[in-house]
């Protein structure tokens, strides 16, 4: 669990990481424009002869407004504005205590409870017996699921059989979500379903700055009333998960025919019919405050 931590302070730091232009003709076309402007006319005094003087000045006007516009062309302006509204987010975050535990309390919960769940299914596919029967009903996150399992009977077969059910559902959940690619700044798609830390990171960023629900955060006087809280929101993603499976949400043109009162959201599958959020985590991220906390977020 540690070593996800690590992972996850890693994911922070790299924020606001800009990646290098890997493109060789731009660089050496920013490497000219800097060089044609070292030179500057009116750095020695006096000054003895103006026209030269003007012209070379405006010489390295033109060629500062061209570095300017080339350094501007290379930042994609969508990619610039979500990198500013999220450091803006953060550290509106990092300004009030109460909003800093609560951010940090759910993503250590969210982290804690993925890797709970994959390693509760991986006992079930490898029969792990002694795990299953000793273990796993010690573990918060297999507890909570358990309370959500339909037990038709007392057998504990069937039960079983049930509870590997519905963590199935939430494995196939995080395998459509992007993982982080070690050494590299990159997302992508991947088995590896426990590494999402970077999903998790956006849905708290989210969520923390979110106006309505900081302000609830900001007025908590109890200091334990804050991992409750985060605890709770997580829980809510884990059975929003759940409910896909039961989802019979519909869609239609005509707005006035949809009935959908008391309809579960399928989030599953609006993961898996949207491939942006297949890669990108902010865009995945966003889907959860969508269909889990029903606040709308660009990402």
Partial sequence: ??????????????????????NNQKREKLQNIESEQKYDPLASDPITDLPKVLDEKNKNLDNNLDLLSFRISTIPATDYALRV??????????????????????????????????????????QNRT?????????????????????????????????????????????????????????????????????IFHVARYLTADFTFSQEIRSTKEPYDIPRIAQTKVDEWIK?????????????????????????????KALKQDSTARVRPARAAAIVMDHVYGIHVHG
């Fill in 1 to 22: 669990l540690n070593g996800k931590f690590e992972e996850f302070h890693k994911a922070i730091s790299s924020v606001t990481t800009n990646k290098q232009n890997d």
């Fill in 240 to 268: 929003c998960i759940l409910q896909s499976s039961e989802s019979q949400f519909e869609f239609s043109n005509d707005y006035n025919s949809i009935r959908n009162e008391n309809r579960p959201r399928n989030i599953v």
């Fill in 131 to 199: 795990a299953i029967d000793q273990e796993l009903n010690h573990l918060q996150s297999i507890k909570f699921i358990a309370n959500l399992t339909p037990t038709p009977d007392e057998n504990k077969v069937a039960f079983d059989k049930a509870l590997y059910d519905q963590l199935t559902v939430i494995v196939s959940y995080l395998e459509l979500l992007p993982s982080n690619n070690d050494g590299d700044d990159d997302y992508s798609m991947s088995n590896n379903n426990i590494d999402h830390e970077y999903v």
């Fill in 85 to 126: 509204i999220e450091l803006c987010q953060l550290s509106y975050i990092y300004s009030n205590e109460n909003l800093k535990e609560f951010f940090e309390w759910f993503i250590r919960f969210a982290v804690k409870t993925f890797i709970e769940i994959n390693y509760a299914h991986t006992c079930f596919v490898t």
